[in-house]
């Protein structure tokens, strides 16, 4: 698979006293045909990021390429590259049509091609019905729709997506996140999206790329990054987390024999560059766990709160230790909850299932 975007020690600073590095010196590969996603919290620079992609900023080092060619000299009206922002900019006193065939029009294609194109994209997008309605009377969602329509009808290379579901209610957000990855897959372009909701980001993307404080921490597929967070930057970010404190008392390349502040023992997995012996912090998904009586735990402690989520419930724990736990149970027809507030409990959970993390 070709390399659509290839960035090289790419570097950002915004003169100021003192100055303010907002990218600090980026590798990246993004593949051709792929839906990639830029996380991470604000100010992390995935924004900065995007914008020398699209044009919009000059990196004050570094290389960018597209398709092998490099970007760094061309002006963003040249490069094969649309942006779906945050406020879809449509204009109001156009028809769905008219907004989708406004850049094919600026670009002084045929007639008989933007009309093609403008009944191709409204199919496309599922808006056909809707195709002479102007845009001021039709709602969020499918303002949206006609946003991704008029990015996509010149065929660009590269869609950029700048947080484009921030002002979408939660279940049509939900809806156009299935949607964006149907797009991306029927198009064929490769989508670079940007985003700081985990969520969004483990449900359409490919790979994602964690950003902080202007560095990227991780890349890896979604359930990679997830089950496998390279540190605790990663694993706080993506989901929730429990980090529990640990003795590492010997260690394989992958596996570390662990002790716990019980005294019980079993086994996790290393990140790349963690701790090879001596105290740890481990990593440990809530849904990773279960609840047991406390003689059979790895861990034990007194429930502190139960709370009902209705697909789930959360429970949290405080470790004798100290140490804040939250365990997650499905709400199943058949689920027995047995534990309830202030009562001691028990906390198992697989071999090699938690991580050992790297400083």
């Keep these: 698979m070709s390399t659509a975007i290839r960035a090289q020690k790419l570097r950002k600073v915004y003169p100021g006293k003192p100055p303010v590095e907002a990218l600090a010196g980026a590798d990246l590969d993004i593949r051709d045909n792929e839906f990639f996603t830029l996380l991470g919290p604000s100010g992390c620079g995935k924004t900065t990021l995007l914008r020398m992609i699209a044009g919009f900023e000059h990196p004050t080092s570094g290389s960018l390429d597209m398709f092998g060619q490099s970007l760094l000299d061309l002006p963003p009206h040249k490069r094969p590259i649309n942006t779906v922002f945050q406020s879809y900019a449509l204009f109001p006193h156009l028809t769905v049509a008219q907004n989708i065939a406004f850049g094919l029009e600026m670009l002084g294609k045929p007639k008989d091609e933007i009309r093609k194109t403008v009944s191709e994209m409204v199919d496309l997008v599922q808006m056909s019905e809707m195709a002479d309605r102007q845009t001021s009377q039709i709602s969020g969602g499918q303002q949206q729709r006609v946003a991704l329509a008029r ?61 902080n404080a202007g560095s990227i921490r991780q890349i890896g597929a979604p359930r990679d990054i997830y089950d496998h967070p390279a540190e605790r930057f990663v694993a706080d970010f993506i989901g929730d987390t429990n ?59 007194v429930i502190d709160n139960v709370v009902y989520f209705g697909t789930d419930t959360h429970v949290h724990i405080l470790l004798d230790d100290g140490t804040k736990f939250m365990l997650r149970q499905q709400n199943r027809p058949d689920a027995a909850h047995s534990f309830s507030q202030g009562e001691r409990a ?8 938690a991580q050992v993390l790297k400083d």
């Design 151 to 211: 990015a996509l009808a010149p065929k660009p290379k590269l869609l950029l997506l700048d947080e484009p579901l921030s002002a979408l209610d939660f279940k049509l957000r939900k809806e156009m996140q299935l949607e964006l990855k149907r797009l991306q897959t029927e198009t064929g372009i490769t989508f670079i999206f940007v985003t700081h909701d985990q969520e969004e980001a483990l449900t359409m993307s490919d790979r994602i790329a964690v950003m």
């Design 346 to 353: 028990g906390i198992r959970f697989p071999p090699d299932i």
């Design 243 to 301: 980090f529990i404190p640990a003795v590492v008392t010997s260690a394989t390349e992958e596996i570390a024999q662990i002790r716990l502040g019980t005294e019980r023992t079993t086994t996790a997995r290393l990140s790349q560059g963690a701790a090879r012996e001596g105290q740890v912090t481990l990593a440990l998904r809530p849904e990773h766990a279960s609840l047991v009586s406390p003689d059979e735990g790895l861990l034990s402690g």
